[in-house]
């Protein structure tokens, strides 16, 4: 009897040990609750960015496609986009010079140079279509098989991302790329800005 009074009474000194124990971890919880919150939010807020560093299936230029149809076209390589790019470049350079010319003698009214405009968009128009076509032919085309506007994007994955002090974010990214033709894939390591990290994820920029 004697013994089990001291067991009974050790374990009711360790129970209250154990109550006075979880009554000032509840104090401290309470105390110090807001730190569990924000250490929860920190899971969170990771667990969010690791699953915003992988873009799979990322969204590309609707032009790839465009110029992928195009270049079916009987002469639009050989006549067509060459002659865009010039008749563009031929555009900018007499408007310019038109507004040049103009602007020295200063004997033309407002309404006739505000006439140019258009031409001078236009001709914008051509340089641009022609110069996109150049990068997208060399960015698209596969080194295997040596087909154009196949070898696209197929995973995006952000390494890591240097902050910059008032200037854009630089994205460090393993671009993993897949030839819609024969299969090809590589891998390579790209610097990408926010605009472009933007639009892969089918985000207007």
Request: some cysteine; proline content about 3%; hydrophobic content about 35%.
């Amino acid at each position: 009897m004697a013994s089990t009074e001291d067991d009974s009474s050790a374990s009711g000194g360790a129970s209250n040990e154990n109550v006075g124990d979880n009554i000032s971890s509840m104090e401290g919880v309470a105390a110090g609750g807001f730190m569990i919150i924000d250490q929860s939010e920190t899971v969170n807020q990771q667990a969010e960015a690791n699953r915003t560093r992988k873009i799979t299936n990322p969204t590309q230029s609707m032009w790839i496609d465009v110029f992928g149809v195009l270049t079916k076209l009987p002469y639009f390589e050989s006549y067509l986009v060459p002659g865009s790019a010039v008749t563009g470049l031929l555009g900018l350079t007499v408007s310019f010079g038109w507004v040049l010319y103009q602007s020295q003698i200063a004997t033309a009214p407002i309404s006739d140079l505000t006439t140019l405009l258009p031409i001078m968009l236009g001709s914008a128009g051509l340089v641009g279509f022609g110069a996109l076509y150049l990068e997208l032919d060399d960015e698209s085309e596969c080194p295997e098989c040596g087909k154009r506007f196949v070898y696209l994007y197929d995973e995006v994955e952000i390494l890591d991302v240097t902050e910059l002090e008032g200037r854009e974010n630089i994205y460090h990214s393993e671009v993993t790329k897949v030839c819609e033709s024969c299969g090809h894939s590589s891998v390579e390591q790209k610097e990408m800005g926010p605009e472009a990290i933007d639009r892969l994820r089918g985000k207007s920029s």
